[in-house]
């Protein structure tokens, strides 16, 4: 199970934003579907992103549910680009000892599906 923030109407499994600009793990043109393994770290990686004006007033947050089966854990991830495996598991930048999952919906097996979508509120005194 993983966790994914954001804005509602990208509420959805297509890796289609990492499709089109690329990401640590996937280049443009392979859609992929960034995740992390707990809320807190989901809003973290987040947080990274954003600009105290630029806080959206519609995320959400995904429970994203896959087979752990589907989980591979690359041995040297400064190397990997993409990898013809449905999930991928690998650390956060954010916060190295936790981990985040890239999902490839375009790999074969690929099988996750949202079990749960719900408003975020997001509590501004972070960005202070």
Do not use: W
Not at 36 to 58: F, G, R, Y
């Amino acid at each position: 199970m993983s966790f994914r923030i954001v804005r509602r109407k990208y509420a959805d499994l297509s890796g289609n934003g990492a499709r089109l600009f690329g990401g640590r793990f996937n280049p443009p043109g392979v859609p992929a579907i960034y995740t992390s393994e707990s809320i807190a770290l989901a809003l973290l990686e987040v947080l990274v992103h954003l600009e105290k004006s630029e806080v959206p007033n519609d995320l959400v947050v995904l429970t994203i549910a896959f087979n752990a089966r589907q989980v591979y854990r690359p041995k040297n991830v400064a190397r990997l680009i993409q990898h013809d495996r449905a999930i991928l598991r690998v650390p956060s930048v954010v916060v190295p000892r936790e981990s985040n999952y890239v999902l490839f919906p375009a790999a074969p097996g690929f099988d996750a599906t949202i079990e749960h979508v719900e408003p975020l509120f997001f509590d501004r005194r972070l960005l202070t």
